[in-house]
């Protein structure tokens, strides 16, 4: 929950002074202010595969836009060093950052009210993973969901894939965030941090906050061809997923062939009819209206008609953020401008923390 502002012009002054500066953090105050009110910080990641896809955008980033006007800090991270626990080809890899960072500066994350970084570029991330390693025990991490997916698939896995949720965990306490941003499969790793900010208090005294998930209320946006799985940049049906730069007859073919059923009424029952409501969920987020008032707007309609109300829905929502990103991606010095202070920014309050972690290890 977003901490209150102070309604007094003193306090009001030192918040704006402190939102435009970048060389402070934005919720920095007096001592005896900050023990009084904890500074409320955001951290969020999102790997670089690619233009995200319509699940992507409502389940996430369309809340990232939110909470960078609710918490007075808010760091959001393109985690490269997560990418590569699947091979990755360095010239896409360089483009799929890039790409990334248009997609979410294109979705409304303003470099202004939120840090926004590339992992890989502050150091601190991979040294603390390294410190709170060593806390972790394998069978902890052996249970996470993480690993138990993707190494069954390959009947094996890197040590990289092993301990990502620790990397994770170093994201999220380097920064000493108070809310992580997290679908429903993420709260076990999100424990992990919680646990491991508890075990390095214990051992060497108070340092981290945990860190409160914020649970998005959006449901998950599913495939379009088969409404069981989750909408994913990988499905090998093309048809399947929407992506924020298509255009409006290629949204408008991929929804007419969405997956729906024989009946022609519109109703919202994921268990039955699970085509027709992944295309109210998707109807209601788009439009920002409740799934009741897009089953109301539904009425008189057969599932034809209804494609034909959710694709203008989606297009009028995406159109602007797809023109946006193709003027973006023709400026790439801007996106690296914005990575390069972004990053500035963020190893300004991960330094010192970092410094404080190996006094108390004993490092120095």
């Known amino acids: ?34 023990k009084a009110r904890p500074c409320s910080r955001v951290f969020s990641g999102i790997q670089p595969t690619g233009v995200p896809h319509l699940g992507n955008y ?48 294109a979705c409304g994350v303003d470099p202004e009210r939120a840090v926004l970084f590339q992992q890989s570029q502050v150091s601190e991330h991979a040294e603390l993973s390294w410190i709170l390693g060593c806390l972790t025990s394998m069978p902890r991490l052996r249970h996470l969901p993480q690993w138990k997916m993707k190494s069954k698939l390959k009947n094996e896995g890197s040590v990289g894939l092993y301990t990502y949720p620790v990397l994770q965990a170093a994201d999220i306490l380097l920064y000493k965030s108070t809310h992580v941003p997290v679908g429903e499969d993420q709260v ?12 390095f208090n214990n051992r060497y005294g108070d340092l981290f906050p945990e860190p409160r998930a914020l649970l998005s209320s959006t449901q998950k946006v599913k495939s379009l061809r088969d409404p069981s799985a989750k909408m994913s940049k990988s499905d090998p049906q093309t048809m399947a997923t929407i992506t924020i730069t298509d255009s409006a007859d290629d949204i ?21 009819r699970p085509g027709v409501s992944n295309l109210v969920t998707i109807h209601a987020a788009v439009a920002q209206i ?25 297009v009028q929502r995406l159109t602007p953020i797809g023109q946006e990103l193709q003027r973006l991606r023709s400026d790439p010095a801007h996106l690296q401008e914005v990575l390069l202070q972004g990053t500035r920014r963020a190893r300004e309050l991960a330094a010192p923390v970092l410094r404080e972690v190996q006094q108390r290890v004993g490092f120095c």
Not at 188 to 199: G, M, P, S, T, V
Not at 254 to 268: G, N, Q, Y
């Open 1 to 34: 929950m977003a901490l209150p502002l102070r309604t007094n012009m003193k306090h009001l002054i030192r918040f704006i002074h402190n939102f435009k500066s970048p060389k402070r953090c934005l919720c920095a105050g007096t001592k005896a202010e900050t």
């Open 58 to 105: 409502l389940g996430a980033l369309e809340n990232w836009v939110a909470l960078q006007n609710q918490h007075p800090s808010v760091l959001y991270s393109i985690v490269d060093l997560h990418s590569i626990t699947q091979p990755q080809d360095p010239t896409r890899l360089r483009s799929n950052v890039m790409d990334m960072a248009a997609s979410l500066l």
């Open 188 to 199: 076990q790793h999100l424990e992990l941090a919680q646990d491991l900010a508890r075990i």
């Open 252 to 272: 408008a073919l991929k929804i007419r062939r969405a997956v729906t059923d024989f009946t022609s009424e519109v109703t919202f029952d994921p268990q039955t």
């Open 290 to 314: 409740t799934v009741e008032a897009a089953v109301q707007q539904a009425r008189g309609l057969d599932t034809g008609g209804y494609k034909k109300l959710v694709s203008d829905a989606v």
